[in-house]
């Protein structure tokens, strides 16, 4: 495999590129974005088999399985970076290992409880997002990886095109193989 083919299996919607001037309309596509991904990502997985789902997208990639529990515990964190921001002035968050998460046994576990989780916790974050002025969304917080601050507006942006990169590393694994 070419270092171009492996790029294009982990980005297959490319890298977030964050416009340099922030819209209502990006926010009101971002946030349908994550309206429809529990249901989108839901009717994408429930027909799988365990087989499948423990298939990786990627060579040294995880499996749809482990990609559905990281969407859960993901946005769970981001709700919780809205928060902060929300409720204290700049906060530096807390970042986590995303490979290790990953290698917990819950990730092991059946997607049930990860796709219900998603269903809430985005149906929370959707009615908190909604619920904000346009000022509200210029609040940040500190990430620790490279100190860097971040505007909620941006981390709205992020976290809907990270819905959408991990919905495509799954649906065009599943065209690859021919599951649809």
Same mark, same amino acid.
């Given at each position: 495999?070419?270092?171009? *083919?492996?790029?294009?299996?982990?980005?297959?919607?490319? !890298?977030?590129?964050?416009?340099?001037?922030?819209?209502?309309?990006?926010?009101?596509?971002?946030?349908?974005?994550? *309206? $429809?991904?529990?249901?989108?990502?839901? $009717?994408?997985?429930?027909? &799988?088999?365990?087989?499948?789902?423990?298939?990786?997208?990627?060579?040294?990639?995880?499996?749809?399985?482990?990609?559905?529990?990281?969407?859960?515990?993901?946005?769970?964190?981001?709700?919780? /970076?809205?928060?902060?921001?929300?409720?204290?002035?700049?906060?530096?968050?807390?970042?986590?290992?995303?490979?290790?998460?990953?290698?917990?046994?819950?990730?092991?576990?059946?997607?049930? $409880?990860?796709?219900?989780?998603?269903?809430?916790? !985005?149906?929370?974050?959707?009615?908190?997002?909604?619920?904000?002025?346009?000022?509200?969304? *210029?609040?940040?917080?500190? !990430?620790?990886?490279?100190?860097?601050?971040?505007?909620?507006?941006?981390? &709205?942006?992020?976290?809907?095109?990270?819905?959408?990169?991990?919905?495509?590393?799954?649906?065009?694994?599943?065209? /690859?193989?021919?599951?649809?």
């Amino acid at each position: 495999m070419t270092a171009q *083919e492996l790029e294009q299996l982990k980005y297959p919607i490319g !890298h977030f590129d964050c416009p340099k001037k922030i819209t209502q309309e990006h926010i009101t596509k971002w946030i349908a974005i994550l *309206e $429809q991904l529990p249901s989108n990502l839901e $009717q994408l997985v429930t027909n &799988l088999n365990d087989e499948q789902l423990d298939t990786p997208y990627r060579p040294e990639g995880w499996t749809i399985r482990q990609v559905v529990h990281h969407l859960s515990d993901s946005h769970h964190n981001s709700y919780t /970076r809205f928060k902060w921001a929300m409720t204290e002035d700049n906060p530096l968050i807390k970042a986590y290992n995303e490979n290790a998460w990953a290698k917990q046994h819950d990730y092991n576990e059946p997607i049930e $409880q990860s796709l219900l989780h998603i269903k809430v916790i !985005h149906a929370k974050l959707v009615c908190f997002v909604k619920g904000l002025s346009l000022q509200d969304l *210029e609040r940040t917080f500190i !990430h620790p990886e490279g100190n860097e601050t971040v505007a909620l507006k941006e981390n &709205l942006g992020i976290y809907a095109w990270h819905s959408e990169h991990h919905y495509a590393h799954i649906a065009n694994l599943i065209k /690859r193989k021919g599951w649809d």
